[in-house]
Protein backbone atom coordinates (compact mmCIF):
# COMPACT_ATOMS: atom_id res chain seq x y z
CA UNK A 1 0.00 0.00 0.00
CA UNK A 2 2.91 2.16 0.88
CA UNK A 3 4.30 1.80 -2.81
CA UNK A 4 1.32 2.39 -4.59
CA UNK A 5 0.74 5.67 -2.36
CA UNK A 6 -2.16 4.67 -0.64
CA UNK A 7 -3.82 6.38 2.04
CA UNK A 8 -2.81 4.87 5.58
CA UNK A 9 0.08 3.02 3.81
CA UNK A 10 2.92 4.57 5.36
CA UNK A 11 1.33 4.44 8.97
CA UNK A 12 1.11 0.35 8.57
CA UNK A 13 4.37 0.19 7.18
CA UNK A 14 5.81 1.90 10.08
CA UNK A 15 3.51 -0.12 12.47
CA UNK A 16 4.81 -3.19 10.94
CA UNK A 17 8.38 -2.11 10.78
CA UNK A 18 8.21 -0.84 15.00
CA UNK A 19 6.37 -4.70 15.81
CA UNK A 20 9.00 -6.31 13.61
CA UNK A 21 11.94 -4.77 15.16
CA UNK A 22 10.46 -5.57 19.04
CA UNK A 23 9.74 -8.87 17.86
CA UNK A 24 13.46 -9.53 17.09
CA UNK A 25 14.97 -7.70 19.57
CA UNK A 26 12.85 -10.15 22.57
CA UNK A 27 13.29 -13.30 20.79
CA UNK A 28 17.29 -12.49 20.47
CA UNK A 29 17.51 -11.04 23.96
CA UNK A 30 15.97 -14.29 24.86
CA UNK A 31 18.20 -16.47 22.87
CA UNK A 32 21.26 -14.79 24.26
CA UNK A 33 20.20 -15.06 27.76
CA UNK A 34 19.17 -18.86 27.58
CA UNK A 35 22.78 -19.42 25.36
CA UNK A 36 25.13 -16.96 27.54
CA UNK A 37 23.99 -17.29 31.09
CA UNK A 38 22.02 -20.15 31.49
CA UNK A 39 23.48 -22.57 29.05
CA UNK A 40 21.01 -23.92 27.64
CA UNK A 41 22.71 -24.28 24.27
CA UNK A 42 24.02 -27.80 24.67
CA UNK A 43 26.24 -29.40 21.45
CA UNK A 44 22.60 -30.94 20.25
CA UNK A 45 20.10 -27.39 20.35
CA UNK A 46 23.73 -25.93 18.77
CA UNK A 47 22.54 -28.30 15.86
CA UNK A 48 18.92 -26.43 15.21
CA UNK A 49 20.47 -22.96 14.32
CA UNK A 50 23.32 -24.23 11.71
CA UNK A 51 20.69 -26.50 10.08
CA UNK A 52 18.35 -23.51 9.87
CA UNK A 53 20.91 -21.63 7.60
CA UNK A 54 20.52 -24.15 4.87
CA UNK A 55 17.27 -23.91 3.10
CA UNK A 56 17.81 -20.59 1.32
CA UNK A 57 17.13 -20.45 -2.31
CA UNK A 58 17.73 -17.72 -4.95
CA UNK A 59 15.11 -15.51 -6.88
CA UNK A 60 13.77 -16.96 -10.61
CA UNK A 61 11.06 -14.19 -11.70
CA UNK A 62 13.68 -11.89 -12.79
CA UNK A 63 16.15 -14.59 -14.60
CA UNK A 64 12.81 -16.95 -15.62
CA UNK A 65 11.30 -12.57 -17.10
CA UNK A 66 15.01 -11.77 -19.07
CA UNK A 67 15.66 -15.53 -20.81
CA UNK A 68 12.17 -15.62 -21.80
CA UNK A 69 10.39 -12.17 -22.35
CA UNK A 70 6.68 -12.37 -22.90
CA UNK A 71 4.67 -10.69 -25.59
CA UNK A 72 3.25 -8.08 -23.29
CA UNK A 73 6.92 -6.57 -22.69
CA UNK A 74 7.78 -6.74 -26.48
CA UNK A 75 9.67 -10.27 -26.12
CA UNK A 76 12.55 -8.32 -25.62
CA UNK A 77 14.66 -7.37 -22.13
CA UNK A 78 14.73 -5.23 -20.43
CA UNK A 79 11.31 -3.48 -22.10
CA UNK A 80 11.07 -0.87 -24.00
CA UNK A 81 11.41 2.12 -22.64
CA UNK A 82 13.01 1.12 -19.48
CA UNK A 83 15.51 2.96 -18.35
CA UNK A 84 18.10 0.72 -16.53
CA UNK A 85 21.72 1.23 -14.82
CA UNK A 86 25.16 0.42 -16.06
CA UNK A 87 26.04 -2.80 -14.35
CA UNK A 88 30.15 -1.50 -14.86
CA UNK A 89 29.40 1.54 -12.92
CA UNK A 90 28.54 1.39 -9.65
CA UNK A 91 27.42 -2.37 -9.50
CA UNK A 92 30.76 -3.30 -10.47
CA UNK A 93 32.66 -0.70 -7.82
CA UNK A 94 30.11 -2.34 -4.98
CA UNK A 95 30.94 -6.20 -6.49
CA UNK A 96 34.18 -6.57 -4.68
CA UNK A 97 33.21 -4.88 -1.12
CA UNK A 98 31.20 -7.70 0.07
CA UNK A 99 33.52 -10.20 -0.85
CA UNK A 100 36.35 -8.57 1.07
CA UNK A 101 33.98 -8.26 3.73
CA UNK A 102 33.19 -12.06 3.94
CA UNK A 103 37.21 -12.26 3.98
CA UNK A 104 37.22 -9.94 7.02
CA UNK A 105 34.64 -12.07 8.76
CA UNK A 106 36.75 -15.22 8.55
CA UNK A 107 39.47 -13.88 9.50
CA UNK A 108 37.81 -12.95 12.79
CA UNK A 109 36.61 -16.35 12.98
CA UNK A 110 40.00 -17.62 12.75
CA UNK A 111 40.96 -15.22 15.38
CA UNK A 112 38.66 -16.58 17.88
CA UNK A 113 39.27 -20.23 17.37
CA UNK A 114 42.96 -18.90 18.18
CA UNK A 115 41.89 -17.43 21.12
CA UNK A 116 43.46 -13.85 19.53
CA UNK A 117 39.89 -12.02 21.52
CA UNK A 118 41.15 -8.33 20.21
CA UNK A 119 41.95 -9.25 16.48
CA UNK A 120 38.27 -10.60 16.46
CA UNK A 121 37.41 -7.72 17.21
CA UNK A 122 39.03 -5.91 14.69
CA UNK A 123 38.52 -7.87 12.20
CA UNK A 124 34.69 -7.28 13.13
CA UNK A 125 35.44 -3.77 12.98
CA UNK A 126 36.81 -4.26 9.32
CA UNK A 127 34.08 -6.34 8.41
CA UNK A 128 30.53 -3.85 9.36
CA UNK A 129 33.15 -0.96 8.18
CA UNK A 130 32.88 -2.72 4.68
CA UNK A 131 29.10 -3.57 5.31
CA UNK A 132 28.82 0.52 5.42
CA UNK A 133 30.58 1.30 2.51
CA UNK A 134 28.44 -1.34 0.61
CA UNK A 135 25.33 -0.53 1.97
CA UNK A 136 25.78 3.68 1.06
CA UNK A 137 26.98 2.51 -2.09
CA UNK A 138 23.30 0.64 -3.03
CA UNK A 139 21.65 3.42 -1.71
CA UNK A 140 23.94 6.13 -4.24
CA UNK A 141 22.82 2.94 -6.79
CA UNK A 142 18.96 3.40 -6.10
CA UNK A 143 18.92 7.27 -6.51
CA UNK A 144 20.91 7.42 -9.51
CA UNK A 145 18.20 4.52 -10.97
CA UNK A 146 16.23 5.86 -14.09
CA UNK A 147 13.53 3.42 -13.23
CA UNK A 148 10.99 2.39 -10.39
CA UNK A 149 9.35 -0.68 -8.52
CA UNK A 150 6.20 0.22 -10.56
CA UNK A 151 8.12 -0.28 -13.91
CA UNK A 152 6.08 -2.99 -15.37
CA UNK A 153 8.41 -6.57 -14.49
CA UNK A 154 12.12 -5.11 -14.96
CA UNK A 155 11.55 -2.55 -11.94
CA UNK A 156 9.44 -4.84 -9.91
CA UNK A 157 11.96 -7.85 -10.20
CA UNK A 158 15.14 -5.39 -9.91
CA UNK A 159 14.05 -3.45 -6.80
CA UNK A 160 12.67 -6.64 -5.54
CA UNK A 161 15.97 -8.66 -5.51
CA UNK A 162 18.52 -5.95 -5.04
CA UNK A 163 15.99 -4.87 -2.49
CA UNK A 164 15.77 -7.58 -0.30
CA UNK A 165 19.56 -8.29 -0.28
CA UNK A 166 19.99 -4.99 0.86
CA UNK A 167 17.56 -5.35 3.99
CA UNK A 168 19.86 -9.19 4.75
CA UNK A 169 22.99 -6.65 4.25
CA UNK A 170 21.09 -4.39 6.95
CA UNK A 171 20.22 -7.23 9.34
CA UNK A 172 23.73 -8.66 8.81
CA UNK A 173 25.44 -5.66 9.53
CA UNK A 174 23.48 -5.52 13.20
CA UNK A 175 24.14 -9.38 13.59
CA UNK A 176 27.94 -8.57 13.04
CA UNK A 177 27.84 -5.39 15.33
CA UNK A 178 26.13 -7.80 17.95
CA UNK A 179 28.72 -10.01 17.75
CA UNK A 180 31.35 -7.38 17.80
CA UNK A 181 30.11 -6.04 21.23
CA UNK A 182 29.61 -9.57 22.61
CA UNK A 183 33.17 -10.30 21.79
CA UNK A 184 34.34 -7.19 23.10
CA UNK A 185 32.31 -8.18 26.43
CA UNK A 186 34.02 -11.52 26.41
CA UNK A 187 31.04 -13.60 25.81
CA UNK A 188 32.78 -15.45 22.67
CA UNK A 189 34.84 -18.62 23.24
CA UNK A 190 36.53 -20.99 21.34
CA UNK A 191 34.05 -23.48 22.05
CA UNK A 192 31.25 -22.21 22.05
CA UNK A 193 30.74 -19.14 19.53
CA UNK A 194 27.74 -20.86 17.72
CA UNK A 195 26.02 -16.95 17.62
CA UNK A 196 29.17 -15.93 15.89
CA UNK A 197 28.80 -18.65 13.02
CA UNK A 198 25.17 -18.17 12.36
CA UNK A 199 26.41 -14.65 11.82
CA UNK A 200 29.19 -15.48 9.24
CA UNK A 201 27.22 -17.98 7.99
CA UNK A 202 24.57 -15.52 7.17
CA UNK A 203 27.05 -12.84 5.89
CA UNK A 204 28.53 -15.67 3.56
CA UNK A 205 24.97 -16.11 2.14
CA UNK A 206 24.72 -12.69 1.42
CA UNK A 207 28.27 -12.58 0.22
CA UNK A 208 26.93 -15.27 -2.58
CA UNK A 209 23.73 -13.42 -3.65
CA UNK A 210 25.49 -10.23 -4.24
CA UNK A 211 27.67 -12.61 -7.03
CA UNK A 212 24.79 -13.90 -8.19
CA UNK A 213 23.07 -10.52 -8.45
CA UNK A 214 25.70 -9.32 -10.22
CA UNK A 215 26.00 -11.89 -12.65
CA UNK A 216 22.15 -11.87 -13.04
CA UNK A 217 22.52 -8.09 -14.36
CA UNK A 218 25.73 -8.65 -16.51
CA UNK A 219 23.69 -11.64 -18.13
CA UNK A 220 20.62 -9.90 -18.86
CA UNK A 221 22.82 -6.82 -20.12
CA UNK A 222 24.85 -9.47 -23.06
CA UNK A 223 21.02 -11.05 -23.75
CA UNK A 224 19.35 -7.44 -24.54
CA UNK A 225 22.81 -6.57 -26.77
CA UNK A 226 22.77 -9.73 -28.49
CA UNK A 227 19.37 -9.22 -29.69
CA UNK A 228 19.66 -5.89 -30.30
CA UNK A 229 22.28 -6.68 -32.91
CA UNK A 230 20.37 -9.76 -33.89
CA UNK A 231 17.53 -7.61 -35.41
CA UNK A 232 19.89 -5.04 -36.44
Known amino acids: MYMHSFQGGATLLSLGLIFLLYTMFVWWRDVLRESTLE ?9 GPR ?5 FCFFWASSHSSLAPTVEIGGIWPPKGIGVLDPWEIPLLNTPILPSSGAAVTWAH ?14 LVATVSLAL ?20 IYGSTFFLATGFHGFHVIIGTLFLIVCGIRQYLGHLTKKHHVGFEAAAWYWHFVD ?25
Open 51 to 55: YGYVP
Open 208 to 232: VVRRQEKSRISVGMEISTFRSWVRT
Open 133 to 152: VSTGFQGMEYYQAPSTISDS
Open 39 to 47: GHHTKAVQL
Open 110 to 123: HAILAGKEKRAVYA
